[in-house]
């Protein structure tokens, strides 16, 4: 992906969220990866 896309990306995502949903969003993606990591790194139930 070039900068111009991500620079587009984000500007759509700015539009339909408005700016004060931003930081609610990226918290909100943040903590969904952070459990995956917990999950892929917890050994496999018996």
């Given at each position: 992906m ?23 969003l990226?918290k909100?993606?943040?903590?969904s ?14």
């Amino acid at each position: 992906m070039s900068i111009l896309e991500i620079v587009l990306i984000g500007v759509i995502v700015v539009l339909i969220f408005g700016g004060k949903k931003i930081p609610e969003l990226m918290k909100g993606i943040g903590r969904s990866v952070k459990e995956f990591k917990n999950a892929k790194n917890e050994p496999p139930v018996k």
